[in-house]
């Protein structure tokens, strides 16, 4: 117990400290300022890995699919790509900014995150 | 061994190692132990889930043995899910329908010629009598939706097969389904696994293959065979230097940053019969922005000047050629087309480039155009005008270097547009040379047992050029005969 709430404190000041002034926008805080606790998402016992889609799905859309219907008006749709189905946290980081990654090859513009 | 991946592990030990406040725990150690998987023994064992791979597991798995497909990346990355998704056929069930007159030999024919008579003409053979048939299956099968059929490609007989994309590219969609084939099978595919050392036996007949997992190696056993469907190396710089000098090293890639000669690198060391590796597709490429003008390249109207202004190749090239020899024309491998609106696709190409926020210039005069592009305008007039010039005079092919536009237009209806390009690399043809099994040959042409190519990865049937939708048809046309030919074996062993 002593060592995970040693962990959490060591991994607590890694994130302040890689993530300066507007720590609270990024994604995770958001979903804390909705009441969700950390441990709701990461399912390792010290959160160190980012969530995987599946559990993402289980508040968003659903499914894939039903995100890209969501998203349809926008061109491109981020969640209908010829790269595939991506992971979430790919593009919504939890700690840090949101990351368009289409635009690792592109440069489309007007597209804002959640 | 992969920095990234030896770096990412470390990152993972010291993490585990702060959470737990000890360095190599007993528990942390049988925990990892456990995530480790023993020995996993399959009958097919296909590297790379492009086109090539996931055919080949669909077709194993109809055949009624147990595939898995290893992907190194997170999802399919290959060169396939950038394509048009076009497939080069003739005979099929939609030629028929569409009333298209073609045959096998004709096919053949063409093939053989646009490869200057350099593939391999059984491989070309062995192409034209399956890949009817195997458009055919796309469709019965995984559920392909073709376009209607063009007058496409060279020679314009209707053999373009392009898959109906949606919103997306056809080769995307061809992915999206392919994989969708899979899931229904159950068929695994285990992806950030990277196979990198092929298992031989004494005989020297490949067994399976060693692959870096997130958990670290694992051995892949094949009772039948490990089919290479890896795509070729164009996303290697080292290889291109090597194999093809440095011009061609220095062209934009157009395709999949993946492609990294594992087809070469997995086999060569069991003596693989290596072929064709000087030789390329090309294209032109705006790389910041992937923005693809061959269309304006083969639109037959204007001109290409370097950044210097002046005419640098002969304009009536195809847009491979053109593509492939900008860097050893200018060492900044970049150049612009310049038209006029006499080309009446024009607005198409501006769409194209405003919708992927490319730049482009646009204006009513050359002088204004030179000017907005930053290119020397007395240099770009004085081409312009030399060409419009001998457009009038009917010499053309004096001009430095000579035009042989056969039915030229000379550039004087404003405004005047300039598209800026650079050569581009789209795949390799190279690779470990098979046979009409898909099986690898060694230098001494025999095969090599349990060892297979298909797709990009395998060597033989492209040289030169090859007919647009030749790579996605010898992916389909190859991986299931791969795939065939391992059920064959797995059902031999058993008898015996």
Known sequence: MKKNLLAFLLLAAVFVFATSAVADSYLADRHVQRGLKCAQCHTEKVPSKAPKMDMCLKCHGGSYEELAKATASKNPNPHYTHIGDKECAVCHKGHKAFEFICNDCHQFRGQKTP | ?496
């Open chain 2, 1 to 496: 061994m992969d920095p990234e991946i030896t770096r990412r592990g470390m990152m993972k030990a010291l993490v585990v190692a702060a959470a737990t406040g000890t360095v190599g725990s007993a528990a942390t150690a049988a925990e990892a132990a456990q995530r480790v998987p023993a020995t996993q023994v399959y009958d097919a064992i296909i590297l790379g889930a492009g086109t090539a791979g996931l055919v080949a597991a669909v077709e194993a798995y109809d055949q009624g043995i147990k595939p898995v497909v290893l992907e190194k990346m997170d999802l399919p990355s290959g060169n396939t899910i950038y394509a048009l998704g076009s497939l080069n056929a003739c005979c099929t069930r939609m030629q028929k329908q569409a009333g298209i007159a073609d045959s096998k030999d004709e096919l053949f024919a063409d093939m053989m010629k646009i490869s200057a008579g350099q593939a391999d003409p059984t491989l070309t053979r062995t192409y034209v009598e399956h890949i009817g048939d195997d458009v055919d299956w796309l469709q019965d099968t995984i559920g392909v939706t073709f376009l209607k059929l063009q007058k496409l490609p060279y020679p314009r007989l209707g053999r373009i097969h392009r898959v109906d994309g949606g919103s997306i590219t056809g080769g995307g969609k061809l992915i999206r389904l392919l994989l969708a084939a899979c899931k229904k099978r159950n068929i695994p595919i285990l992806y950030n696994t990277k196979a990198v050392e092929l298992i031989t036996d004494k005989k020297m007949a490949v067994t399976g293959v060693r692959a870096l997992t997130e958990d670290g190696l694992v051995e892949f056993m094949a009772r039948g065979g490990v089919i290479i469907a890896t795509g070729g190396f164009s996303a290697n710089r080292e290889m291109l230097c090597s194999y093809m000098g440095g011009a061609t090293s220095r062209l934009a890639l157009r395709g999949s940053p993946y492609l990294t000669g594992e087809n070469i690198s997995l086999t060569k060391p069991v003596f693989a019969k290596l072929v064709h590796l000087d030789q390329f597709h090309a294209g032109p490429i705006v790389s910041a922005t992937h923005a693809n003008p061959a269309d304006a390249l083969n639109s037959g109207y204007g001109i290409i000047v370097d950044v210097r202004g002046k005419r640098i190749i002969d304009e009536a090239n195809t847009y491979v050629a053109k593509a492939r020899a900008l860097p050893s024309l200018t060492p900044e491998n970049m150049a612009y087309q310049l038209v006029d609106s006499s080309w009446t696709a024009v607005r198409k190409m501006v769409d194209k480039f405003t919708h992927l926020n490319t730049r482009f210039y646009q204006d009513d005069t050359v002088e204004g155009l030179a000017k907005k592009a930053g290119l020397p305008v007395e240099a770009v007039v004085a081409s312009v005008k030399g060409y419009n010039d001998a457009v009038k005079s009917g010499r053309l092919k004096d001009l430095n270097p000579p035009c042989t536009y056969k039915n030229p237009f000379a550039m004087d209806k404003s405004p005047f547009y300039a598209f800026p390009f650079e050569g581009g690399i789209t795949a390799t043809f190279g690779g470990p040379k098979i046979n009409a099994n898909a099986q690898v040959v060694t230098w001494e042409d025999r095969p090599i047992k349990g060892l297979y190519a298909a797709g990009n990865a395998a060597g033989g049937l492209f040289f030169s050029d090859y007919i647009g939708g030749s790579q996605l048809g010898a992916a389909t046309v190859f991986g299931r005969i791969a795939s065939r030919h391992i059920a064959k074996v797995c059902k031999k062993n058993k008898k015996v």
